[in-house]
T-cell receptor
Framework: AQSVTQLGSHVSVSEGALVLLRCNYS??????LFWYVQYPNQGLQLLLK??????LVKGINGFEAEFKKSETSFHLTKPSAHMSDAAEYFC????????????FGTGTRLQVTL | GAGVSQSPSNKVTEKGKDVELRCDPI?????LYWYRQRLGQGLEFLIY????????KSGLPSDRFSAERTGESVSTLTIQRTQQEDSAVYLC?????????????FGPGTRLTVL
């Protein structure tokens, strides 16, 4: 069984400040981890994913995330927030094997203020 | 190229009516997924198709829910005798293959409101 916990349903940062969105997972098999972003009235878009190899993963729009097995975490960061980053962010996990559904966290809404 | 499309974008229905939601995956994508997003909650997996077979239906909440897929193309999610708790955004995703690492590409969703 797998699960994802996203701490903080709402996060507010100033433009130019560090963005940190937290994600912890639980998985009985080696996990594959994903971050998706959902802009208002749009579908989910993949930001980045971790499968194997390097634990620091870089994605689109300047975001990155680090897989920390010992902490069962996959936190999303961006050094400097931009107004256009305001959106809802979802962390998701899938397991090894052939076809695999994604198990999502409840999402974190990021607000960026001037 | 065209992304995943879903129709209708919004559907309002009365309790007890049947509804059909449609998903057109990206051309060539063999895997197709349905998810549900209820207000304030994360996405819940409903069903997965590989081609036109459904090896994983574990997320369908009741026998009022069913889905089918024509070949590696269009999928339809049907909800019979709708209930108010069925109100949600229904999202469809497709991926090129069926591997766990494959990126799933999501459609914009269908917002279902059951009165």
């Amino acid at each position: 069984a797998q699960s994802v916990t996203q701490l903080g349903s709402h996060v507010s940062v100033s433009e130019g400040a560090l963005v940190l969105l937290r994600c912890n997972y639980s998985s009985s098999v080696p996990p594959y981890l994903f971050w998706y972003v959902q802009y208002p009235n749009q579908g989910l878009q993949l930001l980045l994913k971790y499968t194997t190899g390097a634990t620091l993963v870089k994605g689109i729009n300047g975001f990155e995330a680090e897989f920390k097995k010992s902490e069962t975490s996959f936190h999303l960061t961006k050094p400097s927030a931009h107004m256009s980053d305001a959106a809802e962010y979802f962390c998701a996990v899938s397991g090894t094997g052939t076809a695999s559904k994604l198990t999502f966290g409840t999402g974190t809404r990021l607000q960026v203020t001037l | 190229g065209a992304g995943v499309s879903q129709s209708p974008s919004n559907k309002v229905t009365e309790k007890g009516k049947d509804v059909e939601l449609r998903c057109d995956p990206i051309s060539g994508h063999t895997a197709l997924y349905w998810y549900r997003q209820r207000l304030g909650q994360g996405l819940e997996f409903l069903i997965y198709f590989q081609g036109n077979s459904a090896p994983d239906k574990s997320g369908l909440p009741s026998d009022r829910f069913s889905a089918e897929r024509t070949g590696e193309s269009v999928s339809t999610l049907t909800i019979q005798r709708t209930q108010q708790e069925d109100s949600a955004v229904y999202l469809c995703a497709s991926s090129l293959r069926r591997g766990s690492t494959d990126t799933q590409y999501f459609g914009p969703g269908t917002r279902l409101t059951v009165l």
